[in-house]
Structures are given as structure tokens and as C-alpha cells.
């Protein structure tokens, strides 16, 4: 069993031990924690709660609405959810803020807490660290019977999400419909099934053939929208001679495409074209995370724009957007975040500005991947012993390329011309992650296994 308390949220897998897995008692215990944050810091005695269709979402639904009327927090229950319909939600309703009970492509064994602060995204390093320390030391009261909160179950921000989305500028839905798209589905049987659908739909999409779209829970393949994953989704591309695939994980803010071929489009260049829309029509800044294809940039800075690295994990990015008053940005697992509407990655608004881009682009999905420079990443990981020091190794490695461009601003990150190399430390395994790019699956690989020569040297 599994537990990971971290600064935006607690997840583990379920059953087991207290403080061993996501037990009822951590559950409560932690939006016991949060929910006393989140009153602390609005004034405001109001929760957004959403779900993923994990098989344990009904139970870790009725544990933490329980605990926020404990806590006497009205909350607003929005049932089937999904991540980005949350985040819009606490604005829209004003709220403290807002949980989300999804372990997002983890398996159907994981659940998670992610927690919003009042302006509908992630809680920062800061707040997070005060949300774990109250639940540590226990500092909450529960309200007396008189003055429990109510629950009011709302599923109407679907389509509110859907119309702030279809009121967006960029988004065309008389190109679309005139592009007469036929596109296949994959929502891995979660809440993408109810919402990509009504989307679709919403945008003009006449034919939409769909592929595990009942939200039980009950995952066909790994929910992670990657490669091997979507074995299924391409064939039927294929097979119904559709324009494109779309695959989203299983709280939908992940996004990824299938060409009309059946090669994937790559979730790293999700974000790419959608880019690319944008800043052909409103020119500006992009930011991206360090381990996030160059692709991006080149598009950024062919539109005259100015594109910025931000340390790994959505918040740092959304940081970095608000610093540089970015149009757009996002990160390369195929997350988009697209500030018009709000700070936070959105697999919806994603397909929206994707098919809009697509339609006025009047050719085929893999001819639009293709028109878009070619990079490869390489992922590997160099397991850790205990007694290695990682801060040194690190130091090590940057002082031996010194003389090249790097950033240290999240592990250690070294430029060689068009291609890169990432090396951080993983939050959650004895490992680091070696991220690298170059032209081609040769130069990455090439280049990976050069660092790690290096990195095997410095530790002989």
C-alpha cells in the first residue's frame, strides 16, 4: 500500500494500514486539514467537490462531503466531474476552493485529494506545506449540529464549462462543422465519456464513434494517455476511416490525438499545435516545463513570441504564464492550459482550439503534425542508492558542461543547440529521471547515454 502526502494534495492506493494507503482516516483527516485551511484563508465557508468514475470515487466522495459539513462547509457537490470543470466551478460559485477526487492516469487502484485554493488552481508550495502541518497537529474543530453545512448536488457546470469554452473567440464552431469531422474516442470508461461527447456535440461533431465511454471506473488499458495505451483507439481510426482520434485520461486535463492514419500525433506536440492556433491570432509569450519538447519554442518564436521554461508541475507553470503574461502554455504530457479561460491544464478546451485550428488548417491531421519541427524524447532513470548525494552529483555534472546553456532551476537542465538534456530527481521513487531531446530516436538515445557515461564515471 501507498501513501504520498504532498504539497498539492494526498493520493495512495486504497485499503491497508492508517498512514499506510488511502485509508477513511487519512481521508478525513486530511479534508479535515484543508477544509479548516480553506476557511482560514477565504473567509469563505464553501466547497467545490467533483469526482473522477474510479471505482473508489463513491466512497471517497461520501468521506470528504461528510467531513466538510463536519467542519460546517456548505458544499456543492458536482458529481461525475471533471479536473478543469472543477477549477471553473470555484470561480464561478465563489467558493474557498475546491477538491478533486481523482488519481488522475495512476490505476483503478490509486484515488487522490488535489486541492484548488479560491481561485480554482492548485495550491501553492506555501499552502500546501500549511495544509499538511495542520493535519499533522490535528488543528481543526468540527461545528456543533446547529451549524453543519449543506450540500447542494449541482450538475449543471458541464455545459457551463461547455459555454464558457464555445464563447471563446478562438474557438470556431462554424469551422468545424463545415470540416464535417468524423472522430473516434477514447475516455478510458471515466468521466471523459459524458463530457467529450457533449462537447463534441456542442462544437458540431456529427460523428463521433466512442471507445470505453461508460464512466464505471473500470479502466480498459492503462488510463495514461501514452502509445501503448491507445492500441485500441488507433485500429479504430483506422478501421472507421475517421478523421482523428482523441484520448483523454481519466479526469480529463490530459489530451493527446490519433492521425488519420493510426500514428500517434504525440501528446508533447498537443500542446505544439494548439500553440501554434493561438499564437497565429493573438501573439505573445508561451511557457512550457523543462522537460517539454524545444517544438514549442520554435513555434513560439517563429510568431515573433518569447517562450520560458518553468520548473516541473503545473503550478510552477501557471507561475511562470502569470510572470511573462503568457497567451498560452502548458505541459508536454499533453496538458494545455489556455489562461482566456482559465489556469489550469484542460483537455476540453484543448480539443475545442485543436479542432478550430484543424478545420481552418484544411488538410489532413498527420499533414498538420508534419508541418511542425521533428523531435524525439528519450526517457530514462539512473535507480539511486542511499547513501548517493544527489545535490553533488548534480553540481558535478553542470561544472563538466559549464560552458553550455543550463538552468537549475528544477534538477539540471543542459542545452547542446537544438538539442537537451533533463536530469531531475523524482518526488515519489529513489530514481532520477533523464529526459533527453534531439532530431531523431538516435540523437536522444545518443545523448542520454552519454550523461549517464558521465553520471557512472562521477560515482566510480
Not at 182 to 190: G, H, K, L, P
Not at 255 to 283: H, I, P, S, W
Amino acid at each position: 500500500m501507498t501513501l504520498i502526502k504532498s504539497i498539492s494534495g494526498i493520493r495512495g492506493t486504497i485499503g491497508g494500514a492508517v498512514g499506510d494507503g488511502l485509508t477513511p482516516l487519512d481521508i478525513v483527516k486530511f479534508t479535515s486539514a484543508y477544509g479548516a485551511w480553506a476557511v482560514k484563508k477565504s473567509g469563505i465557508k464553501k466547497i467545490i467537490v467533483g469526482r473522477d468514475a474510479r471505482l473508489s470515487g463513491t466512497m471517497v466522495n461520501n468521506l470528504v462531503i461528510g467531513t466538510l459539513q463536519g467542519l460546517g462547509i456548505d458544499v456543492i457537490d458536482l458529481g461525475l466531474s471533471t479536473t478543469p470543470t472543477v477549477e471553473v466551478a470555484v470561480t464561478g460559485e465563489q467558493a474557498a476552493g475546491g477538491i478533486i477526487l481523482t488519481a488522475s492516469h495512476n490505476p483503478k487502484q490509486w484515488n487522490a485529494l488535489k486541492l484548488l485554493n479560491a481561485k480554482g488552481e492548485f495550491i501553492s508550495d506555501a499552502d500546501g506545506k500549511e495544509v499538511l502541518e495542520i493535519a499533522e497537529n490535528s488543528d481543526f474543530n468540527y461545528a456543533d449540529v446547529n451549524d453543519l453545512g449543506k450540500v447542494t448536488q449541482d450538475d449543471s457546470w458541464m455545459q457551463k464549462h461547455i459555454d464558457l469554452i464555445l464563447a471563446l473567440p478562438l474557438v470556431d464552431v462554424a469551422a468545424i462543422k463545415k470540416a464535417n469531422f468524423s472522430v473516434v474516442i477514447d475516455c478510458v470508461n471515466s468521466t471523459g465519456g459524458i463530457y467529450v461527447p457533449a462537447l463534441l456535440k456542442a462544437l458540431g461533431v456529427d460523428t463521433v464513434h466512442e471507445l470505453y465511454c461508460e464512466p464505471d471506473g473500470n479502466f480498459p488499458h492503462n488510463p495514461e494517455p501514452l502509445p501503448e495505451n491507445l492500441v485500441a483507439l488507433s485500429k479504430e481510426v483506422t478501421a472507421k476511416r475517421a478523421h482523428l482520434g482523441i484520448a483523454v485520461d481519466p479526469d480529463v486535463d490530459r489530451l493527446c490525438f490519433v492521425c488519420e492514419d493510426g500514428n500517434m500525433f504525440g501528446e508533447e506536440y498537443t500542446l505544439v499545435a494548439v500553440a501554434d492556433y493561438v499564437l497565429q491570432n493573438n501573439k505573445g509569450n508561451t511557457v512550457s516545463n523543462l522537460s517539454s519538447t524545444r517544438a514549442l519554442r520554435d513555434v513560439t518564436e517563429k510568431e515573433g513570441g518569447e517562450y520560458h521554461a518553468a520548473a516541473v508541475g503545473e503550478v510552477n507553470v501557471v507561475n511562470k504564464m502569470k510572470e511573462v503574461n503568457a497567451v498560452i502554455g502548458g505541459e508536454g504530457n499533453g496538458g494545455v492550459i489556455y489562461p482566456e479561460l482559465h489556469y489550469g491544464r484542460d483537455a476540453l478546451v484543448g480539443i475545442a482550439l485543436f479542432l478550430t485550428h484543424l478545420a481552418k488548417y484544411g488538410k489532413s491531421i498527420s499533414q498538420l503534425r508534419m508541418s511542425y519541427p521533428g523531435y524525439f524524447i528519450s526517457k530514462n532513470k539512473i535507480t539511486l542508492t542511499p547513501e548517493m548525494d544527489i545535490d553533488a552529483l548534480l553540481i558535478k555534472v553542470e561544472q563538466k558542461y559549464s560552458k553550455q546553456p543550463h538552468s537549475t532551476i528544477d534538477g539540471l537542465k543542459i542545452e547542446f543547440d537544438k538539442e537537451w538534456v533533463h536530469l531531475r530527481r523524482s518526488n515519489t521513487e529513489p530514481i532520477i529521471r533523464i529526459y533527453s531531446e534531439g532530431n531523431s530516436e538516435t540523437v536522444a538515445n545518443g545523448l542520454a547515454n552519454k550523461i549517464i557515461a558521465d553520471i557512472k564515471e562521477i560515482l566510480n
